[in-house]
């Protein structure tokens, strides 16, 4: 009987323990409403802290916001369906100042304005904005201000941030004004609707249905780009397609172009360098003959008649296949400069990218990693004012981690823009959480000393370093037509990471996540230091369970989906994995130094220092320098294979930290995307293990070395690991 008693009393304790904690769950789950996460960051529900939202009424009891534009007459309707939906409160606009109210416009809307801006922010720049509270003819005033419209729009976005990550409001001296001009999304979107390397869905264009049909979504789209200052998006693949050139497709654009205005988004497109011949009837596209030039120039003038703010062209040219100025035997310069002066009456600009390789080019030493450097240096200060040269930021395409390229500060007479992948190509694609910030901050940070100390890749490209006048920074878009947008919820950090870095590099990684979470989670205290935790250990937990030590580009072919460090059989000797790592019996890695490539004479002696001896060299880009021995001796007294069958199981085990971490947030994240988060983080898990198996048990039949204890035993053999096809993973559709 006792023993039947303890039974049903433990049965009972349990099973009413795990009711409460199911009901409890389910009670606070309940409380927060559904999230499909189509808001984004930019959820503006009603402050949930009572103290706070009387303080925020309180601080803002009407509203004054003249609206003579279409952007002002935006950012006031944004403003006030916003602030309503925060404060749970309807706010109208008025037309007299009184006492807590908010005044928002430019020097031209309002006489207190242009006095604020002249005495007190007389530095303020271009699209920069302040928000400032002050006593005006004797009230109390929350002023948000800029010299452009535009500003005043972003000026509105960042007052409300404040709000949603409830920050104090009651005496404010802010100013923020963008570090680089053009902040712009690259959509490697094709007009089939199929996206390259994007893991989103399809394309959010409806190519089909525009100009006719205009989708809330391209509405929503510029309003959250605009939320984090990026001004403009290449609509289009750079793996070009001309027929976007052509009348009926240009319409289309104009419909894109005509609802982005208001919201400060230029419009750009890829083009197709024999778009003269596809679609123009030539015989020839080479960039010096007369009759191509004037094709440029006439179709220019087509495409500002119908979009007069039309940014201008980005340019992929003799690479992968693409035709360019080479394929007439004419240079980059050639072709970029044909471009630019088609462009230049108007206003626009040519991205010509630097994505180059041509294994034919440097027969002595070949090496990819050097192929941009040494095709573009030759023509720095030879291109027309408005060209930027749009260099990845690694010397290679995009890796868990690279080298910052060595273009950056080698062509100080020419304005050089950045080019990160925000969309997870090498990262994991659609399923693995990945926060980018840390990978863009490493680069920008990272000293190039090409204009003495301090001539960071942050200052090649904010235009400081050599006063360059023109300046930018591109992101490969992670956006599709999935409802929450980016598919992995936390591939919206990343979009948002990639605008408020491009605004402002001099953010942290760990600011930008803590103002995202707020945004797009919540503000619970452990919510945001958890998920923040998370974020930040992401970036280094993909290197080492990818890619850790300097490994690169060892992603299965094509769809680059998974391991396959195995594979050579390519046609061209730089798309193989083998390429890449040159494991033998001896060792592995890239020997990029005298003895082999020698790719470190592009750098400045003071970064070629930091690199050139594998003793010294940073161990995390080791693989990228430096063929070294299985028994190289680490820093840490470890030997190289023990350290790197550590660092694959090192990346394994912070993804299953990161599920326990996402776990303890159970109740306080809105169930939908909980789950998903959780269901993402399997695969990750799974992913990380696959990755970690693989890459050992290959790397290993060269090493002949035990797998070290604590290191996880692959349950499968690498014959396995080498079957395994996945042809239809998203993500590798084709330029049409
Ligand atoms: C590589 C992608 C390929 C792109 C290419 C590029 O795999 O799909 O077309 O970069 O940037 O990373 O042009």
């Not at 793996?239 to 230029?266: C, E, W």
Request: aromatic letters at 12%; glycine letters at 8%.
């Amino acid at each position: 009987m006792p023993a039947m008693w303890n039974i049903m009393r433990t049965f009972s304790v349990r099973s009413v323990f795990r009711t409460l904690l199911v009901t409890g769950v389910l009670l606070t789950s309940l409380r927060l409403p559904a999230e499909d996460g189509y808001r984004l960051w930019l959820r503006y529900d009603r402050i949930d802290d009572p103290a706070l939202l009387a303080q925020y009424r309180n601080a803002v009891a009407c509203i004054v916001f003249p609206t003579p534009s279409p952007t002002l007459l935006v950012a006031r309707n944004e403003l006030l369906d916003d602030l309503g939906s925060l404060l749970s409160k309807k706010m109208t606009n008025r037309t007299s100042l009184a006492d807590n109210c908010l005044l928002a416009g430019t020097p031209s809307t309002s006489p207190i304005i242009a006095k604020l801006l002249s005495s007190q922010y007389p530095d303020l720049a271009g699209d920069g904005y302040v928000i400032h509270t002050q006593q005006s003819e004797g009230k109390h005033l929350l002023v948000i201000a800029a010299h452009s419209d535009i500003g005043v729009l972003y000026g509105v976005f960042a007052f409300l941030r404040l709000l949603q990550t409830h920050q104090p409001i009651g005496s404010l001296s802010l100013s923020s004004s963008p570090l680089i001009q053009r902040r712009i999304l690259d959509h490697w979107d094709n007009l089939t609707r199929t996206v390259e390397r994007g893991y989103a869905g399809a394309s959010i264009w409806n190519w089909h249905l525009l100009p006719g049909y205009i989708d809330q979504r391209y509405i929503d789209y510029a309003r959250a780009n605009a939320s984090i200052g990026i001004n403009g998006t290449v609509v289009t693949n750079v793996n070009a397609n001309s027929l976007v050139l052509t009348p009926l497709y240009l319409q289309k654009v104009r419909a894109l172009a005509d609802i982005f205005r208001p919201y400060g988004i230029r419009v750009y497109l890829t083009a197709k360098f024999s778009a003269p011949v596809d679609i123009g009837g030539l015989k020839t596209a080479d960039p010096l003959d007369p009759a191509v030039q004037q094709w440029w120039k006439d179709k220019c003038n087509e495409i500002y008649s119908l979009i007069p703010d039309f940014g201008g062209f980005l340019v992929k040219a003799n690479s992968e296949g693409q035709p360019g100025p080479q394929t007439y035997g004419r240079t980059h310069m050639d072709g970029a400069n044909m471009f630019a002066d088609a462009l230049a009456p108007h206003g626009g600009i040519v991205m010509w990218r630097a994505f180059v390789y041509d294994a034919g080019r440097d027969s002595a030493a070949p090496d990819r990693f050097k192929q941009a450097y040494t095709e573009f240096t030759p023509f720095d200060g030879k291109f027309r004012p408005n060209v930027l040269i749009q260099v990845k930021n690694g010397p290679i395409d995009f890796q868990p981690r690279e080298p910052f390229s060595p273009l950056f500060g080698a062509m100080p007479k020419t304005p050089v823009m950045m080019e990160f992948q925000i969309t997870q190509e090498y990262l994991g694609q659609g399923t693995h959480l990945v926060y980018e910030a840390p990978l863009f901050k490493e680069v920008f940070d990272a000293d190039t000393y090409a204009n003495g100390k301090g001539s960071t890749v942050a200052r090649i490209i904010d235009g400081s370093a050599f006063h360059a006048p023109l300046t930018g920074m591109a992101g490969v878009s992670n956006i599709g037509n999935e409802r929450n947008w980016t598919n992995h919820p936390f591939g919206q950090a990343n979009w948002y990471a990639f605008g408020k870095l491009a605004w402002d590099h001099t953010l942290s990684a760990r600011q930008i996540a803590d103002e995202w979470i707020r945004q797009t989670f919540s503000n619970d205290a452990t919510a945001v230091s958890t998920i923040e935790k998370m974020m930040m250990a992401s970036r280094e937990a993909v290197v080492n369970y990818m890619t850790p030590l300097g490994l690169h580009h060892i992603m299965s072919s094509s769809g680059h989906y998974g391991p396959g460090p195995w594979l050579n059989n390519a046609p061209r000797a730089d798309w193989n994995p083998v390429y890449y790592h040159r494991a033998d019996a001896y060792g592995i890695g890239f020997d990029r130094t005298l003895t082999g490539s020698n790719a470190l004479a592009q750098y400045q002696p003071q970064v070629r220092q930091q690199w050139l001896d594998s003793n010294t060299c940073d161990e995390n880009l080791l693989l990228w320098f430096h063929h070294i021995s299985w028994s190289h001796k680490m820093k840490d007294g470890q030997i190289f294979w023990d350290e790197l069958c550590n660092r694959y199981q090192s990346g394994v085990d912070t993804v299953k930290w990161m599920q326990r971490q996402w776990q303890s947030l159970t109740g306080l994240i809105d169930k939908e995307r909980f789950t998903q988060v959780s269901m993402f983080l399997d695969i990750q898990e799974k992913e990380a293990e696959w990755w970690r198996n693989a890459c050992i048990l290959y790397f290993q039949t060269f090493s002949r070395m035990p797998i070290p204890p604590g290191v996880g035993k692959p349950d499968q053999t690498l014959e396995y690991y080498k079957s395994l096809r996945f042809p239809y993973a998203p993500g590798t559709g084709t330029s049409l």
